[in-house]
Every structure is written in C-alpha cells, then in structure tokens.
C-alpha cells in the first residue's frame, strides 16, 4: 500500500488531498483506468440558455442529434425470452423491441405501414405484431405474415413489405439502439470508456429498483445537474460527512464521454475539525435502517478493526474492507481483491448523450433522460442494477414505478430507501426553478466553473458539434 501524499494539486483543483492521492492510499490496487486523468481545454467562455428553453433548439436535436447516436434503448433483463417486447420512444420517435428465437434483439419501426397506425402502445409478450386498426400482422422476426382483404392489395406483391428496423448492439446487458446505420459499433463510438465495465460483470446484474418521475424542466439541464458533485455544499449537506464532494475528478475523453468521480468515506473538504470517527457515524446513519433493501455502502462499527481516527482515509478503509465482507455474504462472490474505490465511490459516467450508467462492484445506479414534447419538461429514470447472487440464474427486471406528477420520489421510498429518494427530492427541489430562472435571466447567458462544471461545458460542446453537421462520424 503507497502512503498517501498530502499535497496540493493544480490550481484548478481543491486544495488538498486529490482523488488521485487517495487511489495512491488504496488497501488494494485499483485499475489503471481510474487512475488515468483526461482534460480537454474547454475555456471559460459563459454558455447559453436558448438551448434549453428554445424549440428551435429542440427541434435541431430531433433531426440532427437524436436519430445520430446510439441510445440506451432497454436492458436485457426486461426481455429475457423469445417474444418478449419492450417499447422504447424517445424524441417523437416510437420503437418496438423483440427478443428473438436465437436469443438476438430487433428493434422496428412502430408503425403499420398500411395507415401508420402504432402495432403496440406497451410492452409484453408477442406472438405476433397485429396492427388493431385492420389487422395488419407481422411475425416477430418483422416478416409480413397477414393483410386482410388481399385481394385489395395486389400491387403489394413482390414488394418488400417487412418492418423497418433500427440497429441494435447488446453490450454488458444493455440494448443500444440508434437509427444511423453507418455509424461506428457502439464501443469503437464510445471509446475507451467502454472496457471499464469488464470488471463488474455488468451483463449478468438485472435491475432491481426502476423508477421514471416527470421533471419540469429541460432534459439538458435536468442530465447536468448531475455532471458535477459540488452543489452538496448547499443541496446536500447531509452527505458532507462521508462524501469529499471538492475532491471530486472531471476527466473528459472524446466527445461521447465523460466522467465524475466522488470519493466516499472521506470528510468533505468543506468540513474541519472531524476525525474518521465522525465520517463512520455519518455513513452509518446513511446506510443502515431502512434503506438496506436499496442498500449500496454496507455501514460498519469503528471497534470492528484498529485504524487510526487521525488518518483521513482510516473511515474509508474500514467502510471498504465492511464492504467487501457485506456483499460477500449478499452476493457469494469474492470481493478479496475489489479496490477501496470500487467497493465505495460514485463514478458517475455519462454516455452521451443521455445516458449515465455508473461502473463498481456495489450495486449501480443508472440514469436516463428523456426529453419531452416541449423543452421544458422531461422524464427521468432511475434504475439500481445488483449482482446476481452466485450460482443462480439472472432475475427478471422488476417493473417501472411511475411516480405521480404531484408526488416527490419520497413517494417511492420503499422501493428507493428514504435517505436515496430524499436526494432525488433535493435536487428536484432546484430543476424548475432552474427553468424558470434561465428565462428570467437578463443576457440569457450562464457563467460556469472552470473546472467542476468542465463536464457541463464538454456536453455542450457536442451537442453542437451534431446541430453544426461536425458530428455523426461514420464508419
């Protein structure tokens, strides 16, 4: 184990132990990648607010953005047998996906192409795809099957008349879906980023916490709320006691991903005068009681080890080897040689463009934003994915909860666990306002951060680079 170096980073950075230091102060050797830091010179330019409260704006990111990427369309333990269908619309756009007999996944167009009427306005089990209009059928592969009144039809024949289809990749469980079918497989398009989910055996966990929630506000704003961790001070404070929110890495790589990593089990750089003592407390009343269903951090008692109180990373290391040992017993996998890191921090990814599904060995958020109709509203969606307990089969993803439009996420509390959905509820508590506070500004212009808003400002970037025709790049 290298000791930890108490050193001040660069001027850009929080005084301070860095992230980086701290990986130094590992009990294990944590992998490379995260290790690894990328900056991109983003400048200090102020940015906009048309892009989030314009229709124009959202107009030219149905045409030139949306239909460009590759999106995350579902998971493969929504639809683990042949037949299954989940329904995935995004940005006026409809899509049915298929599992088929060889264990593949099609997505089609959701549209009879007799009248346009949609085959499907909710997932389930298909034997067929029949339009309920007049009965236009199709076979799950998307082979026409049946057109009532043939005789009607027979300019039809001869014609190509199967589905149209969208193009699908399945990578570490999730179904990717873009409309482009001349842009690069997913991970050459992501990136490097893509490997760091080998590790964590992300195509095996299934999800077990789903929850979608109306926000209102823009779907943009709504995603960069959480690209940077350093609104805690203020939104958060109760987390300030286990979570070194200023001490949180930015790195930025390529121009479909990025990256937050917050380290926990550590005072937050705002707080003096606490030893490790006060961070087990803190992470204790977090973790235990009723969120252990939900539970992502095991919490753990300080007479379990000897470590010294005066050590910034004594509480973490006692919060990782309790870890290691919670999900042994919950999991039956071996978690001996997981980092410090991998066992107890947020590695919020984002994919770009709505995309957030966070890497490690606990049990993993994953975030997606969907915009809505107009831009000042959009829907988000919490998910929890968990190992697979070992030796037993994959579970089936539990269904969605939609939250109320008049409720906050505390409303699912028992699915989320109190102290998660009360996070949800405080950032919530900034979005419309967010919203309506852009609209009010007088030179429609943001002033951001150098370096903890940097993630805001590389998104920007290329979500412009697709309305200025820079970007798709293709293969």
């Not at 203020?234 to 987390?239: F, K, V």
């Not at 040689?337 to 957030?356: K, M, V």
């Not at 969907?370 to 030796?391: H, Q, S």
Request: with cysteine.
């Amino acid at each position: 184990m290298n000791e930890v170096k108490d050193i001040i980073s660069g001027e850009d950075r929080c005084p301070g132990i860095s992230y980086t230091d701290m990986l130094e102060g590992d009990t294990r050797t944590p992998p490379d990648y995260l290790f690894e830091e990328h900056a991109i010179d983003m400048g200090d330019e102020p940015l906009p607010v048309e892009p989030y409260i314009s229709e124009e704006y959202a107009r030219l990111e149905r045409e030139k953005m949306w239909p460009n990427v590759w999106l995350f369309a579902a998971r493969e333990d929504e639809m683990p047998d042949p037949g299954d269908t989940v329904l995935f619309e995004i940005a006026g756009k409809s899509f049915l996906l298929v599992r088929q007999k060889d264990g593949g996944v099609k997505a089609f167009y959701n549209a009879c192409l007799h009248r346009g009427r949609k085959l499907r306005t909710e997932g389930g089990k298909s034997v067929q795809l029949r339009c309920p209009f007049h009965g236009f059928t199709w076979r799950n592969d998307g082979s026409l099957k049946e057109i009532p009144s043939p005789w009607d039809f027979k300019h039809l024949e001869g014609k190509e008349m199967c589905l149209p289809e969208a193009r699908v990749e399945l990578w570490q469980g999730f179904v990717m879906l873009t409309e482009n079918h001349d842009l690069p497989d997913f991970k050459t398009w992501l990136g490097s980023a893509a490997d760091h989910y080998e590790r964590y055996d992300f195509e095996d966990r299934y999800t077990g916490m789903w929850v979608q929630k109306r926000i209102p506000a823009n779907w943009k704003a709504t995603a960069e709320a959480f690209m940077e961790a350093w609104h805690s001070i203020t939104t958060h404070p109760q987390l300030l006691g286990f979570l070194g929110d200023a001490n949180t890495r930015y790195d930025l790589i390529g121009d479909h991903f990025n990256r937050a990593i917050t380290p926990s089990g550590v005072l937050s750089p705002h707080m003096k005068g606490k030893d490790s003592n006060y961070v087990l407390d803190k992470m204790n009343e977090f973790s235990g009681g009723e969120d252990s269903e939900t539970n992502r951090r095991f919490a753990a008692g300080k007479s379990e080890v000897d470590f010294d109180k005066d050590d910034p990373l004594g509480a973490r290391k006692v919060l990782a080897e309790a870890g290691r040992k919670g999900f042994a017993e919950q999991y039956g996998h071996d978690y001996e040689d997981a980092s410090d890191s991998e066992i107890l921090d947020n590695f919020t990814y984002n994919i770009f463009p709505n995309f957030s599904p966070w890497i490690g060995f606990l049990p993993t958020l994953v975030y997606r934003w969907l915009p809505g109709d107009t831009p000042d509203w959009c829907t988000m969606e919490i998910r929890l994915l968990f190992p697979t307990k070992k030796g037993e089969e994959r579970p089936r993803s539990v269904e969605m909860t939609y939250i109320p439009d008049d409720e906050p996420f505390s409303w699912a509390k028992d699915l989320m666990g109190p102290q998660l959905a009360n996070v949800f509820d405080q950032d919530m508590a900034n979005l419309p306002h967010v919203q309506t506070g852009m609209k009010a500004m007088k030179d429609g212009e943001m002033e951001l951060g150098h370096y903890q808003d940097s993630r805001v400002r590389h998104f920007q970037r290329t979500m412009q680079k697709y309305l200025d025709g820079e970007l798709p790049e293709t293969s």
